[in-house]
């Protein structure tokens, strides 16, 4: 079934938004960890679960290589090819394929590029990319759209949005699932004519939901804080709005502060692998030779598994002798730590006191010298 | 507290028996899953024991570097730095220092060797061993003793079993410990004289079990029958007697067959490393194409975590993407094979069949045309 999106209240311009799904209810703001290859490196689902997980996000440029979509599909789709019962978004694949491709090989019927695998020539168009997801099964996908490189000019990004908005379109003709929603994607720089136009051209076409691209990608926090706003600011209220490839504890406060419901990012569990783990008064780095000793949890106070049955010295030393273990609980406890910062969020947008829950995170995350304030 | 084993019942030589350890009843004969760096790769202690575990395994040598056996200690010991309640047992340290030993480093003192992680050069000797070991406070601790290359000379293993035992004798006399057992163990390759005279001067040393080593060095299936038939038929039959390093699932049936209780190997984990599987018919390598779209389980009728919610064709897509939640799938299903099998050897003892079930799991697993039988 589609996912039916309800927005709940708002609070300055943040949103508490709910949706059900299988039978049960899940809230919004939500931060989405990301499962590149119908996996969330490390985590089983019931870790995820546990960790609060809602959505999860899987890679249609991966699968479309590895197992194929076909392959997925036969499986009876992405939820039971990975045992996975709760809702699933998929991206659409450009932002790997616009990595590979040479500017000379993206034109408007989509986009050449090799294989990373095995360096075939492959193609991917704006109905190939809605064709694969429709395959993978996910509960949410997304329009296929040109991922621009910051900066760009002014100039550059009024033709990339013509593209984009032309590929949205051709998406959309093709899309026919009854149980998937289909986002937009708005693009257009740092330039708010751009962003408007390219929202209020999606809004036209009525979208189930839209994202927000070209954000993550260089950007200082201050530009990306005016992309987001001068895009949500021309999209529907009662549609979800989805902030792509953005994960930074503050960026999320930040960003729902600009009327934002979902987040993803690989960060909790990429840092996991390299040692890292958040806390409220910043990350640390596991590896320090000052947590060689340390028999206290990762965070007082964090219910997460992670925290509640190891030490600091013992996940130093599974991380410092390579043993995945240490990746695992590393990322169980990042992604707690988004979830619950989410949860924070939410009840802050109840209380009307979102600022006051910024400041004081931003005081206690970074001290008092933080500069984007 | 020390484990107290108890002989439950005899099968020809295969023996039944049983000890308690916090609270809880064990059986033997037993397969012990190896935990090298204080966790068994992968794999949390919770999935452990759905897996059936009940001893597991760490190394000496590498917790000795890294973190340390003082950390451990400092920790509480192994039990509580890696958070596993069931019993542990840890080598002497004895085998990786042997195989970074050159031959002219191997004095009765102990070894020399070079750190394999920065090449500082270090000595283990007996009583270092049983020191580091009784710091780490696992249940179970090994002798140090001089491991030997197979085939050795009837000249040269005679001198090394008079090492070994004066280096059984040295560890014994540090060793005070009054919550641990200490093993000895027969060497003496595949003579039997030497065999017997190492194992009479162990047992009259009065050890708490018994070891037998110098097996799975590369020697044929005949000749690893041969030396534990030879030590185990002169040990005490009211003490546990443990087989370092053996876990082929035939090794285990013709061993137990000998008189072998406890088993360890690394196998299980390192073969789902490398996606094989084994299941009643065979291993199986779950990278082989023929599974892409097998939507089974690894094992019809298999009670484990990845059997009862995953498909080879996911855990396929898994290895062959290099995901790690694929081992750690396929190391839950070896380990449950392991002590799944262990326990209908158990039952076979029980019934005093177990030479039928030797034939038929011969039949199913290698076919018609198995050479050692």
């Known amino acids: 079934m589609k996912l039916e999106y309800k927005l709940v209240k708002k609070s300055n311009n943040a949103r508490l938004g709910e949706f059900k799904y299988n039978g049960k209810l899940y ?41 194929g ?54 193609l991917l168009t704006p109905e190939k990319s809605i064709d694969i997801q429709m395959k993978l099964g996910s509960d949410i996908i ?3 759209d040109e991922c621009v490189k910051w900066p760009s000019t002014h100039d550059y990004l009024e033709k990339s949005i013509k593209r984009t908005l032309d590929w949205a379109k051709r998406g959309k003709e093709v899309f026919n699932s009854k149980d998937q929603m289909l986002f937009g994607i708005v693009q257009g720089g740092e330039y708010e004519d751009l962003r408007k136009e390219c929202a209020l051209k999606l809004v036209e076409m009525d979208f189930d939901g839209y994202s927000i691209g070209g954000t993550s990608v260089g950007e200082d926090k201050p530009t990306m804080y005016k992309m987001v706003e001068y895009s949500t600011k021309y999209l529907p209220e009662d549609k979800l709005r989805y902030l792509m490839g953005v994960g930074d504890p503050i960026d999320l406060i930040e960003n729902v502060m600009r009327g934002v419901d979902l987040f993803d990012c690989v960060s909790p569990t990429r840092l996991a692998r390299h040692g890292h783990a958040y806390t409220k008064n910043g990350k640390i780095n596991i ?22 049955n190891y030490t600091k010295a013992y996940i130093r030393h599974l991380i410092v002798a390579g043993e995945t273990f240490g990746a695992r609980l590393l990322s169980i406890h990042n992604i707690t730590f988004l979830t619950n910062l989410m949860k924070e969020i939410r009840e802050n947008i109840k ?9 004081k995170f931003i005081l206690d995350y970074y001290g008092e010298n933080y500069e984007y304030k």
Chains 1, 2 share one sequence.
């Open 69 to 122: 979509e076909d392959v997925v599909k036969k499986a009876g789709g992405l939820h039971k090819f990975m045992n996975y019962d709760g809702p699933i978004l998929t991206d659409s694949g450009g932002f790997q394929v616009f990595s590979l491709a040479k500017p000379k090989d993206i034109t408007d019927e989509g986009v050449h590029f090799k294989n990373h695998l095995n360096g075939d020539s492959l």
């Open 27 to 67: 809230e919004t703001p939500m931060f989405m960890p990301v499962g590149t290859n119908a996996t969330v490196k490390t985590l089983s689902p019931e870790e995820l679960k546990d960790a609060g997980a809602g959505i999860i996000l899987a890679n249609t440029y991966h699968l479309w290589l590895r197992p």
């Open 287 to 308: 590896k320090n030779n000052k947590y060689k000793e340390d028999f206290t949890s990762i965070e007082e106070g964090c219910n997460c598994y992670a925290c509640k």
């Open 351 to 359: 209380n009307d006191s979102l600022e006051e829950f910024r400041d």
């Open 142 to 144: 997304m329009s296929f």
